[in-house]
């Protein structure tokens, strides 16, 4: 659930008139159970604060027809160059933010062709300095934007060669698609089961499954008995509301968990980072300001991982890093450092909000 790309002051996407009908259908009919309904498929006790990290995204938001190409990096670039500037930009997300993970899009176009080569830079970069690293499927753009797998002939054959070069990379987790929202719960779960089914020798503590519709609740998956040991992913977005209270982003994240907390990581959220907002200092009229404030909180409190939208992404608004250096020698700077206070203290570290 991403944003529009470009200058101005953050205009939800098109898809953001669907998500609020979606968002609104999902809180009025699957998340009215008992979150205790959630039980059945929960892993053992634990907790996801591991999963420190951002998302390092194509300029055009992941959603492609064509090569991914990650904001800093060129589809021109051969392997060395790809892993040489890959390597300077996981640096500084580290040395920036404190970060140890890093969310990667991939589509068919990128893992089928010639590219695969040079994009596996990214991945390996980031493994070789002990970063956690989630590859998750991205449809298409245009008419196939959709939440539907664009085309199984080809989603199959792009998991295989991904699984089959990293099953063995303890650094590397798997996500089978983001944002499902074309599908019902159901139907996400059945495709979730399938997945897991053949890859079978991937461990389900390296598999991410995504929550139905937008991410935007995991209750369900979480109930499903087949997708046991995986972990779930969460997005969750200010924009979402036009204003709610501290208080009233709280619930409305908690409704979306359940008593799932012990296997989910918000692997998206994320608000106006170039704009000027201040979030170390509460503002109660400013919703999201309340939004960050609420959901940094809440994910410290349940000791939840979380994945930042975005670390990185060129001409994003909501980007906590921008390029810096030269092109074959980047590094990266943040846009805000009342958000990466709150990225801390969602991670464990750092002082709470000012009075």
């Not at 300077?88 to 080569?117: C, E, H, M, Q, S």
Request: charged letters at 20%.
């Amino acid at each position: 659930m991403r944003k529009t790309s470009g200058p101005s002051p953050r205009t939800p996407r098109l898809r953001a008139a669907l998500v609020a009908v979606a968002v609104a259908a999902v809180t009025g009919a699957t998340l009215a159970g008992s979150p205790a309904s959630a039980s059945s498929g929960a892993a053992p006790a634990t907790d996801t604060t591991q999963f420190k990290g951002v998302n390092w995204a194509d300029p055009r938001d992941n959603f492609a027809d064509d090569l991914l190409q990650l904001s800093g990096l060129s589809t021109t670039d051969t392997y060395r160059q790809t892993y040489a500037k890959a390597t300077r930009i996981i640096a500084a997300f580290r040395a920036n933010l404190g970060a140890n993970t890093v969310r990667l899009p991939i589509n068919p176009y990128t893992v089928d062709g010639a590219y695969w080569k040079s994009y596996r830079g990214v991945i390996d970069a980031a493994s070789d300095q002990g970063f956690k690293v989630i590859v998750s499927y991205w449809e298409g753009t245009g008419a196939r934007k959709d939440g539907y797998i664009d085309d199984t002939a080809t989603y199959w054959p792009m998991w295989d060669t991904v699984v089959k070069a990293y099953k063995n990379d303890k650094h590397v987790y798997f996500e089978p698609m983001n944002e499902p929202h074309g599908y019902t719960d159901t139907e996400w779960a059945d495709i979730a089961a399938k997945w897991l089914s053949t890859y079978a020798k991937v461990p389900r503590n390296r598999v991410f499954v995504s929550g139905a519709g937008y991410n935007d609740h995991v209750t369900s998956v979480c109930a499903d008995p087949r997708l046991k040991g995986t972990y779930l992913s969460l997005h969750h977005y200010g924009f979402w509301k036009d204003y709610a209270t501290y208080d009233q982003w709280v619930a409305d994240l908690k409704v979306r968990i359940g008593d799932c907390a012990n296997r989910t990581v918000a692997d998206e959220f994320g608000a106006p980072m170039t704009t000027g907002l201040n979030y170390d200092v509460k503002t109660p009229d400013d919703n999201f300001v309340n939004y960050v404030q609420a959901v940094t909180d809440t994910f410290r409190e349940l000791k939840m991982g979380s994945v930042y939208w975005p670390g990185l992404r060129t001409d994003d608004t909501y980007s906590i890093q921008t390029l810096t250096g030269t092109a074959a020698r980047p590094w990266l700077a943040t846009t805000n450092q009342s958000g990466a206070d709150r990225l801390a203290w969602a991670w464990g570290r750092g002082k709470p909000v000012k009075g």
